[in-house]
């Protein structure tokens, strides 16, 4: 089995402009390898994502060799008609006619509520009755409670997209495995974002990939966490944000699904990558729109967890910092708005570690 989807968010570019070329290759062999499925959204890339795949993917291949997800940003509509005139652009910048899957992007507490009140669920099924949509849900960052309730108020959806992988399996924050759990007494497939959890899980800890080495010696830890989120029964595609012609090799072999056994290696695994990653950042960059002063906080995080893991490699840690923050805002400019905590799906306390970092980049001789 394999049923790895495209995302079409952390594409290849090069000096902060798109890499065409190399997405036409890597488009190219994620379909000659037998995939199928790709997803984006209104918001990615400011709305390159989008235009991506109109260049990319559908001027360049017939329309039913793939199936194609995108969301709406619903938490930023009035009104149906804003609805409209988004969902309009999309199909333009996508250059198609209808999507596979259609869903409202970043449910949370707060996006409920607006999406509740300008009733964007009844714009999805007008979607659907149309033929606009063969299939609608929503992607979802908050409580396995509010998703029970949103479920419950909406049987319609055909799929829930949930952050989901080995680490943030048993958080109490993501609450990936009571989310899974809460789809699946619903009936609803679930489609998974972050299985490698922003590429972090890519790169663990030398003692936790000794402790998977207990499963397979030769697979890599990516390769690991793609097998767990794919092993979930209800889950119908995992989503990776694939850049190299290398990764699409890898993540598109066959997978067995995971035993039990094994998944509960992974879970002795995950105490040493926690106590190693001092920011649990996945690099998605909602939070950067918001803050006024520009700073480059995934980045800076990036930075950070490498200094915590090896901090007597600040001598060249601290050169990229410094070379980072003459076209960003550094970490001390930081005036604690908080707008970069609202809309950070991993909850996480940007200000807080924002201050460790000026403790750590800034202060030194
Ligand atoms: S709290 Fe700091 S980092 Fe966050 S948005 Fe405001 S200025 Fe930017
Ligand atoms: S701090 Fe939060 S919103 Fe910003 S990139 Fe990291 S996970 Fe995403």
């Not at 419950?152 to 829930?160: A, L, R, S």
């Not at 001598?315 to 809309?343: F, Q, T």
Request: aromatic share 10%; glycine share 6%; hydrophobic share 35%.
């Amino acid at each position: 089995m394999n049923k790895l989807g495209f995302g079409y968010l952390r594409l290849p570019k090069i000096d902060e402009e798109l890499d065409y070329e190399k997405i036409n290759q890597i488009t190219d062999a994620y379909l000659a390898a037998g995939g199928i499925y790709f997803d984006t959204a209104y918001s990615y890339l400011g709305g390159k994502s989008e235009e991506a795949i109109g260049r990319c993917l559908s001027a360049r291949h017939p329309r039913d060799s793939f199936m194609l997800a995108s969301k709406l940003a619903g938490y930023d509509a009035k009104s149906i008609d804003d609805c409209w005139a988004q969902f309009n652009t999309q199909l333009s910048r996508c250059g198609v006619e209808y999507f596979d899957v259609y869903m409202l992007h970043w449910l949370n507490k707060k996006n409920y509520t607006i999406a509740e009140k300008y009733d964007e669920f009844g714009f999805l099924q007008q979607l659907k009755d149309k033929g606009l949509a063969k299939k609608t849900g929503f992607s979802y960052h908050d409580t396995a409670d509010l998703l029970d309730e949103i479920l419950t108020k909406h049987p319609e959806v055909d799929y829930v997209l949930l952050q989901i992988n080995y680490l943030d399996w048993e958080s109490d924050a993501i609450q990936s495995r009571l989310c899974y759990e809460t789809c699946v007494k619903h009936g609803k497939k679930v489609i998974v974002m972050e299985p490698v959890k922003g590429g972090s899980l890519a790169n663990i800890p030398d003692r936790a990939k000794e402790i998977l080495k207990e499963i397979d010696e030769n697979a890599t830890p990516a390769a690991h966490a793609i097998r767990f989120a794919q092993s979930l029964e209800n889950v119908e595609i995992v989503l990776s944000g694939m850049n190299s012609l290398e990764q699409i090799e890898e993540n598109m072999r066959q997978i067995t699904p995971m035993p039990e056994k094994e998944m509960a290696i992974l879970q002795k695994a995950v105490s040493v990558i926690k106590g190693a990653t001092a920011v649990d950042c996945t690099a998605c960059g909602y939070c950067l729109k918001h803050c006024p002063k520009s700073i480059a906080i995934p980045q800076y995080f990036k930075l950070y967890n490498e200094y915590k893991r090896n901090p007597n490699d600040d001598w060249k840690i601290i050169p990229v910092y410094d070379s980072l923050i003459l076209k960003n805002g550094a970490a001390s400019e930081c005036i604690s708005c908080r707008r970069c905590e609202n809309n950070c799906p991993q909850k996480l306390p940007i200000t807080k570690h924002l201050a460790d970092i000026v403790q750590a980049f800034e202060t030194k001789e």
